[in-house]
């Protein structure tokens, strides 16, 4: 059993396009999937799931677009929080989303503090997350704790680095899956990415569900990691 398992949710439009839908439906569709994919992976025992809601380039895509995201995002935090609460999932935030609207940061903050003891599932949202700009402020905090005098230099490690990244209260990355059959990382935890395994699989992420999960997971569970030993 993963005990981390991170997915890049891919395929909304596509799912959309083929039933002649407009790109938000398929992104609702996309939020029923998160739904049904958090209560399994709670069901399931997973220590910790995280999810690539919203990328740092997604800024790139029409603005109604990244409006209809932000509001689907609201829905869910506003619908689903009461449930993620009683089924003991903890929320993380992860990526620099102080950058998203004032009052969707205060939303997701509220969210985080309301579930910060909860001891089940932990559920990491990647929101206005890219992975070479978490890794540019790793470093930025890093020069500045150098310069000012708390760290030297000779001891700065991979532990040092893991600790400041969005992900150090996270179990590391054990799986990850990018549905509608695209095999790219896209700027996805390339950091924690290095020993996990990865699974690229056609499923467009509207459709995905727990048993989509489960057949992932027995595909993890067959293979052998070797962390670069015999
Ligand atoms: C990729 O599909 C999906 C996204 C960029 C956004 C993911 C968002 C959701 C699943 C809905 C809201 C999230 C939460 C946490 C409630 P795409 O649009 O790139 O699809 P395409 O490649 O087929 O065009």
């Known amino acids: 059993m993963p005990r981390h398992v991170a997915i890049i ?3 909304n439009g596509r799912w959309a396009k083929a039933r002649r839908l407009p790109r938000l439906a398929g992104h609702k569709q996309g939020a029923e999937a998160v739904r049904r994919t958090v209560r399994a992976a709670g069901e399931m025992g997973l220590e910790a799931l995280t999810l690539y809601a919203f990328s740092s380039e997604n800024w790139r895509r029409p603005a109604t677009e990244i409006a209809d995201l932000m509001g689907l995002l609201r829905s869910y935090i506003r619908a689903e929080l009461r449930e993620l609460d009683r089924n003991n999932v903890r929320l993380v935030i992860i990526g620099d989303y102080v950058r998203l609207d004032r009052d969707l940061v205060a939303m997701l903050e509220d969210a985080r503090r309301q579930t910060a003891g909860n001891d089940g599932l932990t559920l990491a949202i990647a929101l206005n997350y890219g992975s070479q700009d978490e890794m540019v402020r790793v470093v930025r905090a890093i020069a500045e704790e150098a310069r000012a005098g708390r760290l030297d230099p000779a001891a700065i490690d991979c532990e040092a680095i893991e600790a400041r990244l969005d992900t150090a209260v996270l179990p590391p990355l054990d799986l990850l899956i990018r ?10 935890l390339l950091w924690q990415a290095a020993y996990a395994e990865l699974l690229f699989v056609d499923t467009l992420w509207p ?4 048993a989509a999960l489960a057949s992932a997971i027995e595909s993890f569970a067959g293979r052998m990691r070797r962390y670069g030993g015999l």
């Open 207 to 210: 459709d995905f569900d727990g």
């Open 9 to 11: 949710m891919d395929g």
């Open 179 to 188: 549905t509608s059959g695209e095999q790219r990382l896209s700027n996805f």
